[in-house]
């Protein structure tokens, strides 16, 4: 025989969650109500929010959490990539000891090795792989004793 809708039926659940039970008592006194029919109204306001939510909602927002979450680390490299070329302009002006670190050529050459730190940087992302010095000579080794 199939139930219709309005019947009501006898469920037997086990707490063990003391929050959820305080929290079931708390309503069931604040509605002065049994505390079944507060588990009761608990469990259809929980399936009521799920209930409405189809998949492509449920897909939307995991476009719109990855959207945000591309954006956030874009604007994360952005900065490291920052602090890394100033970690390397500072770097490479305390190099030369010699000649102060303010002359126009000192701070030429210091951008014309930035500039090819970038240049190299870039090119190896490109190749797909990210090969210290140290492997790429070694990698010319062995193409030159092959």
């Known amino acids: 025989m199939a139930r219709r809708a309005g019947e009501t039926c006898r469920v037997q659940v086990y707490l063990s969650d003391p ?4 929290g079931l008592n708390r309503e069931a006194r604040a509605g002065r109500m049994a505390l079944s029919q507060a588990a009761g109204r608990a469990i259809a306001r929980g399936l009521q929010s799920h209930a409405g939510r189809e998949a492509e909602d449920r897909l939307e927002t995991l476009e719109h959490a990855l ?7 874009a604007r994360d490299m952005q900065i490291v990539q ?9 770097f490479f002006q305390r190099l030369p000891d ?3 670190d303010e002359t126009p050529s000192v701070q030429a050459s210091v951008d ?3 500039d090819r ?7 190896r992302i490109i ?3 990210m090969r210290t010095r140290a492997t790429a ?3 010319r080794r062995a193409d030159r004793d092959a």
Request: hydrophobic share 50%; aromatic share 0%; net charge positive.
């Open 19 to 22: 929050k959820v039970v305080t």
């Open 127 to 129: 190749a797909g792989r």
């Open 112 to 114: 014309r090795r930035i």
């Open 137 to 139: 000579a070694m990698a």
């Open 117 to 123: 730190m970038l240049d190299d940087t870039a090119a």
């Open 67 to 73: 959207r945000d979450h591309m954006r956030l680390t």
């Open 98 to 100: 010699a000649e102060p």
């Open 82 to 90: 920052e602090l890394l070329v100033e970690m390397a302009r500072a």
